[in-house]
């Protein structure tokens, strides 16, 4: 599974006649960083990856708020029509993205977001998903401490901020990282949406930046991809745990 | 949206269902409604298939440093952009100075033509998707032998049954629910490709590996034909409600639950 990884990464500190010789060396003959200068050079890296940050934060503050407040409220609010519209919300959840994209399109250019990072915000700014995720867990919290703040005299408003909230720090981990990896990697929306390069974010940079000089420099373009992998394989090891039992309970929800 | 005809910049004309008759003899759309099929056939076969053997294989090791270490080598490619994948596959499988073709020359095999022949371009296209996923369906297989609770096992072995008969009457039926969850999400999602394709081979040679999404994509922001787009869009989704409902229906007979 490493292998095509461990290529990409060698071939990023070669020299570009290298790439050529067969057999192909394994370690490069020496250690050179003109490639990883090359990618600096040719295009705006560093943008590209403080665009990503901050769409990619963005939208992961976004959906922890909006989540756990729609989870919150299917879970425990009553309030008229909601079964039908949480059925509607969770047959939404069937439609795929691309189905969606023309009226989401028309309305993103309608308000004036179009070739601007709020783009890639605004659609992502609450998830189906990371509500029903919010929704199962806040359903097990147990009603005696609900009833415990009411006596205090709490509102529902308080009650979410300082009961449920901070009770609910695992699934919030969770939502927050399979978020964070869906945005950093997302492509299709900054394709659509994103038309100069200052306002690109990495994975389209990548594609920009393989159309600055194609086939020719593939040092150069390995290189990038070894600087693109480093920060997902830091978040991965980081977050490991998080991000399989993400997977799992996602998975388990289903069945 | 796909009652109209519509470029987007003048007003929208009503042409009922014109653009839904346009697309059932429109040969491109055809083409690239069958090979969004046979991608979602062999990609989804590839993911779960490998996916449940290669969790099956994991779950029986006994060194918990090896499993731990196995689970994270097929989940990583699942983090990484597939955008990235693809370019670094593209460079991996050049026909004449691609790596994979050096070193399958060394064995004996003639060079393949990766990404220059339809038919190879579809299959490395099959392949890199089944590299990138299959770990996530190996973690979701896993977490589903996690939860079969090892009495099975010993009342199995007091029983006598050997190690074939545990896999096929105890380990296989109980993980029914995690199949079946599985072929639903791969289904939908391979429906959907487009990045892969996009970025490796553009959807050639030809239009070999251009996908209905793909088309999809050229037809809205390359011709400006949005209602005829749009109306892809419905005949897609109708397709994967139908075949989810189908795959809902069907699940019924041969999943178990406990």
Redesign the interface.
């Known amino acids: 599974m490493f292998i095509p990884l461990l290529w990409a990464a060698s071939f990023s500190f070669g020299q570009p006649h290298e790439f050529f010789k067969l057999p192909p060396p394994v370690i490069p003959s020496a250690i050179r960083l003109d490639n990883y200068q090359g990618v600096f050079e040719r295009v705006d890296f560093l943008r590209f990856f403080l665009n990503s940050v901050f769409v990619t934060g963005c939208v992961t503050v976004a959906q922890l708020i909006t989540c756990s407040m729609g989870g919150y409220a299917f879970a425990r609010l009553r309030f008229p029509g909601k079964r039908i519209i949480f059925i509607l919300f969770l047959a939404s959840m069937m439609v795929p993205q691309h189905v969606t994209l023309i009226p989401v399109f028309i309305i993103i250019r309608g308000m004036g977001l179009y070739n601007n990072l709020g783009a890639l915000i605004v659609p992502y700014a609450a998830s189906v998903f990371g509500a029903f995720l919010l929704k199962q867990f806040f359903e097990t919290i147990p009603d005696d401490l609900e009833d415990a703040a009411k006596i205090d005299g709490a509102g529902f408003l308080q009650i979410y901020w300082r009961v449920m909230l901070p009770l609910a720090g695992p699934p919030l981990a969770t939502l927050a990282i399979l978020t964070f990896n869906s945005s950093w990697n997302n492509f299709f929306w900054p394709l659509i949406f994103i038309n100069s390069a200052e306002k690109m974010t990495l994975p389209l940079g990548m594609i920009y930046l393989r159309g600055q000089d194609g086939v020719t420099n593939t040092g150069v373009l390995m290189a990038a991809i070894v600087l693109n992998l480093i920060p997902v394989l830091i978040f991965f090891m980081i977050f490991q745990r998080r991000l399989v039992e993400g997977v799992t309970l996602s998975g388990l929800k289903g069945t | 949206?796909s009652l109209f005809d519509w470029d987007f910049f003048s007003d929208p004309d009503y042409v009922g269902l014109d653009n839904f008759i346009e697309l059932s003899q429109d040969k491109l759309f055809l083409t690239t409604l069958k090979n969004t099929a046979l991608f979602a056939l062999f990609a989804t076969s590839g993911n779960v298939g490998l996916g449940m053997f290669i969790a099956i294989g994991i779950n029986s090791i006994k060194w918990r440093w090896l499993k731990a270490y196995l689970?994270?080598?097929?989940?990583?490619?699942f983090?990484?952009?597939?955008?990235?994948v693809a370019?670094?596959?593209g460079?991996?499988l050049?026909e004449s100075?691609g790596?994979v073709n050096?070193y399958l020359s060394?064995l004996g095999i003639d060079r393949i033509p990766w990404l220059s022949s339809s038919a190879w371009a579809f299959r490395s296209v099959v392949l890199i998707d089944v590299?990138k996923h299959v770990?996530?369906f190996t973690?979701?297989f896993?977490?589903g032998l996690q939860a079969i609770p090892g009495e099975l096992y010993e009342a199995a072995l007091v029983d006598g049954a050997g190690r074939r008969v545990r896999l096929t009457r105890i380990t296989i039926p109980l993980l029914t629910?995690?199949l079946?969850?599985s072929l639903?999400?791969a289904l939908?999602g391979a429906?959907?490709v487009?990045?892969s394709m996009f970025?490796l081979t553009n959807g050639g040679p030809g239009d070999a590996t251009r996908t209905v999404?793909m088309l999809?994509?050229r037809e809205?922001?390359g011709s400006f034909n949005?209602g005829y787009?749009?109306s892809m869009?419905?005949v897609?989704?109708f397709i994967?409600?139908m075949l989810?409902v189908t795959q809902v229906r069907l699940g019924d007979r041969w999943v178990f639950y406990r």
């Open positions: 949206m689970r994270t080598a097929y989940f990583i490619p983090v990484i952009s597939t955008v990235v370019l670094m596959f460079f991996l050049q100075t790596v050096y060394r590299w770990g996530f973690l979701i896993l977490a629910p995690s079946f969850f639903v999400i939908i429906f959907q487009f990045e970025v999404v999809l994509y809205a922001f949005m787009a749009a869009a419905v897609l989704f994967i409600l989810t």
